[in-house]
Every structure is written in structure tokens, then in C-alpha cells.
């Protein structure tokens, strides 16, 4: 069975400094990876998803992952971060095949503090 | 570009009361999901539909029944609501299964 852990349900950082936030997965097959951001009393939005091939993924906003297999991770980051960046980030994973279902993280909220 | 809609966007029952959430997508998109979000725990699948014409449990299944009426549409049902079933709920849709998921802005549900 697949699975997603986030690491830190909140992460405070600067406005300006590096934003970094962890997710680790579990899969019994290659897994399809996803970020999603949640804006306040809004639906959850596409950032970036992994499926095959190049391992460092670019997404909207500047925010970009990195697949580490060895790892069995896929950690978000954005080398600085604005205000506008606040809103809960949920890092999910897929097990690819046409029947598979998405399995979500319990979320991370991020605050941007000036 | 209305995209997933979802209606009501807020609603109050009491213990109970019986109601149906509504869902439509018009991105011809071929598979349909309804999940749960509770403070701490993240999204959790309710029901999914990966095609018209088939519905399938997900993790949290118990106490709500669901339609896939056409390719667009995919309503959930509380038949008795419980306290328990107070939460946002959300509707997604996906091209197929394996494809990201597009969520609509929710329903906030409470039960007294």
C-alpha cells in the first residue's frame, strides 16, 4: 500500500529565505508524485508532479522538487519566499497504474513572516 | 472556465437529516472522486469513479452512498448525517486515474 509522510505540519520561515518542505513516500511500484497548494477556503491546486523521467521537477510559482528514489523522497523548495507563498502545501503519491488512486499527506502549512 | 462546481458551498443539517452533495465537471474528464478534509489528517478518499458508469469505496466509505449520473456529474449522499460527518468536502476530476486531479472549491458541511 502506498503511502506519504510530511515532515513538520507547520514551517515558518522569512520572507526572502529558502522555503523547504519534506515529503516522504512509500510505494510498492514507481510511484507518481504530486504537490498541491491549498489556499484559504479554496480547493487544492496543482504545483508540480513526477512521473518519469528528469528527476528535478519545475512547477508554477517558482517552486520546484526532486525525486530521490534512494531516499524515497520528494521534498518542495523555493529559493525565496514571498508572502504570498502562505497556504498549506500537501504532497501526494500515486502508484501510476490507470486504476490508482491518490494518497495524500496530512499537509504542511507554511507562514511567511517579514 | 468554470472547470469542478460544486454546490451547495455551505450547508447546516441536524442529526439525521438526510442530504446530497452535487459535483460537475465540464473538462470531459473521465474520472471523479469525493474526499473529506479534517484539521490534522489531510484529504481522505470517500467514493471514486474511474469511469461512467462504475463507482468504487475509497478509505472512508462508510455512512455515504454515491451517483455517477453522467460523465459530468458525481453526487455524494449522507442518507442519516452524523456529528462525525462534520468536514469540508471536496470533488476532484481527473483525465484518468493516474492523472492530476482538479478539486473544486469545497463544501463546508456542519452537523448539529
Known amino acids: 500500500a502506498q503511502s506519504v509522510t510530511q515532515l513538520g505540519s507547520h514551517v515558518s520561515v522569512s520572507e526572502g529565505a529558502l522555503v523547504l518542505l519534506r515529503c516522504n513516500y512509500s510505494?510498492?511500484?514507481?510511484?507518481?508524485l504530486f504537490w498541491y497548494v491549498q489556499y484559504p477556503n479554496q480547493g487544492l491546486q496543482l504545483l508540480l508532479k513526477?512521473?518519469?523521467?528528469?528527476?528535478l521537477v519545475k512547477g508554477i510559482n517558482g517552486f520546484e522538487a526532486e525525486f530521490k528514489k534512494s531516499e524515497t523522497s520528494f521534498h518542495l523548495t523555493k529559493p525565496s519566499a514571498h508572502m504570498s507563498d502562505a497556504a498549506e502545501y500537501f504532497c501526494a503519491v500515486s502508484e501510476g497504474g490507470t486504476a490508482s488512486k491518490l494518497t495524500f499527506g496530512t499537509g504542511t502549512r507554511l507562514q511567511v513572516t517579514l | 472556465n468554470a472547470g469542478v462546481t460544486q454546490t451547495p458551498k455551505f450547508q447546516v443539517l441536524k442529526t439525521g437529516q438526510s442530504m446530497t452533495l452535487q459535483c460537475a465537471q465540464d473538462?470531459?474528464?473521465?474520472?471523479m472522486y469525493w474526499y473529506r478534509q479534517d484539521p490534522g489528517m489531510g484529504l481522505r478518499l470517500i467514493y471514486y469513479?474511474?469511469?461512467?458508469?462504475?463507482?468504487d469505496k475509497g478509505e472512508v466509505p462508510n455512512g455515504y452512498n454515491v451517483s455517477r449520473l453522467n460523465k459530468r456529474e458525481f453526487s455524494l449522499r449522507l442518507e442519516s448525517a452524523a456529528p462525525s460527518q462534520t468536514s469540508v468536502y471536496f470533488c476532484?476530476?481527473?483525465?484518468?486515474?493516474?492523472?492530476?486531479?482538479?478539486f473544486g472549491d469545497g463544501t463546508r458541511l456542519s452537523i448539529l
Open positions: 473538462m470531459n474528464h473521465n474520472s
Open positions: 510505494s510498492s511500484v514507481p510511484p507518481y
Open positions: 476532484a476530476s481527473s483525465y484518468i486515474s493516474n492523472q492530476p486531479q482538479h
Open positions: 469513479s474511474a469511469s461512467e458508469g462504475t463507482t
Open positions: 513526477y512521473t518519469t523521467g528528469a528527476t
